[in-house]
């Protein structure tokens, strides 16, 4: 505008051109963001009987059976660590990926009610949906430090180094998160890979083993699976187990950091076209 | 207008959608499958199932501007508005928007049958682009607009119907952006609710608001738009004063006149004692072969015969667009007597009770003698009847109202 003031203008083009990840705008929607996620969380506890108490079941009942099979029956090492609070803390992280990216590969065709209805960064949907199972993570995570002393096992000065870990694990949760969110767009039978393609994660992800029984030479190769840099840092902050090698954590730290980038991208790129597919 | 003062504008913009046999999703197997067989093959781009929904279609709209777009089902308007509202992109051409825009393409957008009626009133307004304090401020005037205060806290899922999309409207009328794109929203509740949205719709015109409002009712755009639009298979068919274009449209909306001759052709079973001849709407609106919604359909039918008939049935039928059978009435059907006929032209004339949706019917005239099916005469299609949206007064058709009759029910609620 010519007279000043402060009137956005705004021109609509075809799709196409400069990737432009208008962050300002993303910022403008916050609180857009802040009501999904508040309504993902409200859903889920008012529409199950055991409400939160869900949050807490769900991994204490998976460290029940996984400390009975792996390890009483299996005797899987772990690395000097009780079995049952070594396989929790690998679980809650493991929770959170498991149950973000489900939501997130489905949220932008569950919500195609808003998209084909009104506009706002379409990266809303799914950044909201990984927000919103924060809260079993916190749940789970506030059972892990009650059971911790429960085991006598007490975090070193290591923790220092752990909201790093925990970035991570938003990072490469966020990142696969927007990977499939967009496929799931593109791909229609994305759906239907996404668990499989969870419990094949899970058992190349160090979670009821450590990387420690891996062969030497082949330990830092594990980190090319960026949940395993998670894992083992979780524990090594949290538990006191050994740390993890140099190369294993910086080749997690690079493979998620690249997933992360690479779908943000590749969401950008389908983006544009959500509106006229789902 | 000056350039200044223009706060939409449009050029060449278009849209192409891919329809036809390939559904628009692929699935992850059949990609790599595909990939597998044929590793540096590009996708075939398929130019057959390629439809513009929209095509070089340019237009200005100034600073408090109240602008009406009208066309058929399928004309592009909703397209339009959803390029507008940053919902979809155009394939090709540029609109610029100067100003914050809400769009309201439904009422309701993300209503959770879950939450409270204030937890809904809050997601609705945020979805809809308001801020959290601006619904604050409002929420008393929302919640009293819908009249369903003493609910505020109440899970939707306990709300009537009614109540919901009364606070679904409300929740869209107190919307405050510099530029509204409407769609269709303005038929929803009851008459009185209707009259309300009619009213806040004035209010938001006489705040010097910018409006783009599509409506198939032509009686809300004569109302609220000074300039309306007119599309057509996609494309600007007229721009300009609301009244021109809405006559524009009614003539051009059907090509079929409101007093037209009935070719020998249109008869499915010629006969050569007996064909119609002519057809006639009385009280057609516009001079179409057009009534508005539930006004009577009444029809003067000219038979010409050729030898004398005696025991003469004569039906007229309505049929939906696809050639389903809608109803047909005889005038012998409460056991009157048939009537006869001597060599000549005759008229008669028929009213039928208009119980039909709005929409596009076909009219049909058939006579048989009271002999059966033996003793069946002729049967023509006549004519093409529109019935509009709105009731002669301008009131729009009930739009929940769905299917070819218009449904008419009692009902009784969970205790």
Redesign the interface.
Known sequence: MIGGGVEPVRVIRPAGGAADLRLAELWAHRELFGFLVRRDVTLRYKQTTLGVLWAVLQPALAMVVFTLVFGRFARIPSDGVPYAVFAYAGLVPWMFFAAAIAQASQSLVAGANLVTKVYFPRAILPAAAVASCAVDFLVAFGLLALLMPLYGVVPGPAIAAFPVFLGLLLLVTAGVGVWLAALNVAFRDVRYVVPFLTQFWLFVTPVIYPVSVLPEALRPAAGLNPMAGVVEGFRWTLLGAPRPSAGLLALSAAVGLAVFITGVLYFRRVEDHVADTV | MSV?DVVISAEGLGKR?RVGAHS??????E?IVRAVRAPFARPAADASGVVWALRDVGFAVARGEVVGVIGKNGAGKTTLL????????????????????G?L??TG??F?R??TGR?NV??NG????M??AEIAAKLDEIVEFAGVGPFLDTDLKHYSTGMQMRLAFSVAAHLRP?ILLVDEVLAVGDLEFQKKCMGKMEDVRGEGRTVLLVSHSLGAIRALCARAILLDAGRVAAVGPAEAVIAQYLAATHSDAADQAVPVRAHFSPSAAIRVERVRLLDAVAGGFRVHWRQAISLAVTLAVEVPLAGVSVGVGIRGPEGSHVFTVHHDDDGARGWDFSPGRHEIEVTLENTLRPGFYRVHVGAHRESGRAGHLFAADVAGLEVLGTTADGRPAVSSNTGVVNGAATWKGPQ
């Open positions: 200044r959608y628009p999703y692929r699935t992850l197997r990609s959803r390029i507008l509202a940053r919902i979809t992109r155009p394939t090709e051409g540029t609109a610029t928007i100067r100003g914050r825009v769009a393409l439904e957008t993300g959770q879950e939450l937890e809050y997601l945020t979805i809809l682009g801020r959290r510099e």
